[in-house]
């Protein structure tokens, strides 16, 4: 099956309504309806840059899978992590207009950890492990409510997490896949009615590289491996219009040699920020994007925040005390980055 002929059929077997219903021998319990639900998959990119041991940029770019999906959305974890979600983030009962997103949450999903995982530690180091099975516990209860037949590659993650942030002590920058996939089994006493349920993650390390190797921008797409030339390596390649904005700015033309030679860790901060939100709306025309700066010391900060207004929790009450440079996820307004001549 071609690429997309599964992307038509995956959109078909995630929008069609799962009507949950329990029927057991006739005569014997009669049926009970719950709520129905529905999924849409957030497709996309995410690019990040990490520079020395100090600062992680990303961009988040949209590529819808389907019509009407929701954009690729970015989720403060805890205080050294964001993430970016992708596939089946947001959920929606018919019933109810508003719809469920894994986005919103009440507080972070990292935090202390579970003694029920206490000691389960095998694929990743601890806190991205708290990360990983926090989330779980916010998809399980949603994807339990699929009781249909869902026509979905087994390969292929459910949901999926770009974690962009610190590792421990003098780690420096990293960057973690987490993959959520699904399994379904028919209980066979209820007729077509089907259990699901969501696996526990799996983690793909994919920043830093081993050592020695080049330090490159990483690029990371669902819901497949990505199409076509990475920014790395259009990049490398001297790509012209890449090539006119970089020689636009000799701060920036440094820093995109430094990428391009497999040095990307020695950058310049601000010139490879200028760069990287300048090129994105050059080489992916109208296409909707979101860009963030992770930094050690001052944690999360928007450079090209999401188009949607972003809500203060029920709880949070206005800091009186908060210094106005203090790192936020709310949206700030940046100047335009230069534009090549």
Request: a negative charge; charged letters at 25%.
């Amino acid at each position: 099956m071609d690429l997309s002929s599964w992307l038509r059929a995956v959109a078909a077997a995630m929008l069609m309504v799962c009507a949950l219903t329990a029927v057991g021998p006739a005569g014997a319990q009669g049926s009970a309806q719950d709520d129905e639900i529905v999924a849409s998959l957030t497709g996309g990119r995410v690019i990040v840059h990490a520079i020395g041991k100090e600062v992680a940029t990303f961009v988040a770019i949209d590529e819808p899978v389907e019509p009407g999906a929701a954009p690729p959305r970015v989720i403060n974890v805890d205080a050294t992590h964001v993430a970016v979600i992708f596939g089946a983030s947001e959920w929606r009962v018919p019933a109810d207009p508003k719809p469920i997103r894994l986005d919103k949450t009440d507080a972070r999903i990292g935090g202390a950890a579970d003694p029920r995982y206490r000691e389960t530690y095998v694929e990743a180091e601890p806190d991205l492990e708290r990360i990983g099975v926090a989330f779980l516990e916010k998809v399980s209860p949603l994807a339990a409510k699929l009781h249909h037949k869902v026509d979905f590659p087994a390969e292929q993650p459910l949901v999926e997490l770009v974690v962009i942030g610190f590792g421990p002590g003098d780690y420096g920058p990293e960057v973690w896949t987490v993959e959520y996939r699904m399994a379904q089994s028919e209980v066979s006493s209820r007729g077509d009615f089907w259990q699901t349920r969501v696996l526990r993650p799996r983690f793909t390390q994919v920043y830093p590289p081993d050592k020695k190797a080049p330090h490159k921008m990483v690029e990371v797409c669902y819901p497949e491996s990505c199409k076509g030339p990475t920014l790395q390596q259009l990049i490398e390649g001297n790509e012209p219009t890449l090539g006119k904005l970089a020689a636009s700015d000799a701060k920036m033309a440094k820093s995109v040699d430094f990428i391009s030679r497999g040095q990307a860790q020695k950058a310049e901060v601000q010139a490879s920020m200028d760069f990287l939100r300048a090129a994105i709306p050059l080489i992916y025309p109208g296409k909707k994007f979101v860009m963030g700066s992770m930094q050690a010391q001052r944690g999360f900060d928007w450079i090209v925040p999401p188009d949607e207004p972003v809500e203060r929790a029920k709880d949070e009450k206005p800091d009186k005390d908060r210094p106005p440079e203090a790192p936020t996820l709310r949206k700030r307004v940046t100047p335009n980055p230069p534009q090549p001549q």
